[in-house]
C-alpha cells in the first residue's frame, strides 16, 4: 500500500487552494465532484488534495482538469500565481565568467562584474533575471535555462 504524503509544501497547499476555489465557484459539493468521477475520486479525497494533507500526482491533477474543465498546466499556473512561485535557478559567477561555450561567453562580463560588486558565487536569478539576460543573447529562455545547467555544481 502507498504511503500518503504528508509533507505538503506551498505549491501543494496553493494547488488545494485553487481546486476548491474552482469547486466552490461551481456550486459544486465534494459529493458531487466525486459522483461525477465515475468512483475514481472520494469526497475523503478531494478534501485531502484541497487541504494539501496529501499531494495530488500527475495523474490526479489530469483528472481535476477534466472534472473541472480546465487544462492541468492552467492549474498549475494559477497554483503558481497565488503563492507568486519564481522557482528561478541558482548559477555559479564564476563558472559563467570562465565559460568557454560560445553561447554563454557574452554573459562573462556581467558574470565578472556581479562578483566585482562582492555578489556572492552562488547567485539565485530569479526568471525574469533569466528572462533579461537571455534577451541578450541569440537564445530563448529555455535554451539559457538548459546552458546554466550544464556543469552545474554537484554536492558529493
Not at 488545494?16 to 475523503?44: C, K
Request: proline residues 6%; without cysteine; hydrophobic residues 40%.
Amino acid at each position: 500500500m502507498a504511503k500518503t504524503d504528508t509533507n505538503t509544501g506551498e505549491l501543494a497547499h496553493a494547488l488545494g487552494a485553487e481546486l476548491q476555489t474552482l469547486r466552490e465557484g461551481r456550486g459544486w459539493s465534494r459529493q458531487e465532484v466525486a459522483a461525477s468521477s465515475d468512483g475514481a475520486l472520494t469526497p475523503s479525497t478531494l478534501r485531502t488534495w484541497e487541504k494539501a494533507t496529501r499531494s495530488v500526482t500527475v495523474g490526479h491533477l489530469e483528472l481535476a482538469g477534466q472534472l473541472y474543465v480546465i487544462r492541468p498546466s492552467e492549474l498549475l499556473l494559477r497554483a503558481q500565481r497565488r503563492i507568486e512561485w519564481d522557482p528561478g535557478l541558482t548559477v555559479d559567477l564564476d563558472q559563467l565568467a570562465a565559460s568557454q561555450l560560445p553561447a554563454l561567453r557574452p554573459l562573462a562580463p556581467w558574470a565578472r562584474e556581479q562578483r566585482r560588486r562582492g555578489m556572492p558565487r552562488l547567485q539565485h536569478l530569479s526568471m525574469h533575471d533569466v528572462i533579461s539576460l537571455a534577451a541578450e543573447l541569440p537564445l530563448n529562455t529555455n535554451q539559457l535555462t538548459m546552458l546554466f545547467s550544464i556543469g552545474k555544481p554537484t554536492n558529493s
